[in-house]
């Protein structure tokens, strides 16, 4: 069965501090992990996905197979990157493949 | 178009009464997914229609629940009647395939439909 599990509901950090949003896994094959971000009175939209092996806005994530990990790391936070943010998995592409979430984490940046 | 469209924004109701939520996807995309979004539960996967295979219904809380998506294009959400715990936001997204049938893992979502149960 997939799971998702982020352990921290909110997370409170000052500007300038680093970020790291935790995310664990349970997936018995080859996992696709996302992280998706709502801001406030904004759509929930997709952030990254491990695949593309992409920074956006600043944050990376890496996905750990040893660990069953994919956190989600911005070393310097903004006040614009509050928000919440959303770990999912999902099975290899192709057909079939539901997208399921883990319940969230809160990302405050405190001036 | 521009992107999911959900209705109602908002709905209230009464307990015992039965709610229809709408969504239309953005045109051409083969996967349509719905999620409810409560405050400590996260974001619950509900149901999933991919393209014209049989959609998994793995998520559905009760047979309350029940959820159709007519000519490939726009899905309703049918909730019989409800319940207080009910209350949440449904969220629709739809995600597009690759050449090949392969899904992107890249969901848009609705602004949602916010449903409140008396």
């Known amino acids: 069965a997939q799971r998702v599990t982020q352990p921290e509901k909110l997370l409170s950090v000052f500007k300038g501090a680093p970020v790291e949003l935790k995310c664990n896994y349970s997936?018995?094959?080859?996992?696709?992990l996302f992280w998706y971000v709502q801001y406030s009175r904004q759509r929930l939209q997709l952030l990254l996905r491990?695949?593309s092996r992409e920074s956006i806005k600043g944050f990376t994530a890496d996905l750990n197979k040893g660990e069953t990990s994919f956190h989600l790391k911005k070393p310097f936070a903004q006040e614009e990157d509050s928000a919440m943010y959303y770990c999912a998995l999902s099975g290899p592409s192709g057909y079939g493949n539901k997208l399921v979430f883990g319940a969230g984490t809160i990302l405050r940046v405190k001036s | 178009g521009a992107g999911v469209s959900q209705s109602p924004s908002n709905k209230v109701t009464e307990k015992g009464k039965d709610v229809e939520l709408r969504c239309d996807p953005i045109s051409g995309h083969t996967a349509l997914y719905w999620y409810r979004q409560s405050l400590g539960q996260g974001l619950e996967f509900l149901i999933y229609?991919?393209?014209?295979?049989?959609?998994?219904k793995s998520g559905l809380p009760s047979d309350r629940f029940s959820a159709e998506r007519t000519g490939g294009s726009v899905s309703t959400l049918t909730i019989q009647r409800t319940q207080q715990e009910d209350s949440a936001v449904y969220l629709c997204a739809s995600s597009p395939r690759l050449a090949g049938g392969a899904n992107t893992g890249e969901l848009f979502f609705g602004e949602g439909s916010r449903l409140t149960v008396l």
């Open positions: 997936y018995s094959g080859s996992p696709e």
């Open positions: 229609f991919q393209g014209n295979s049989a959609p998994d």
């Open positions: 491990h695949i």
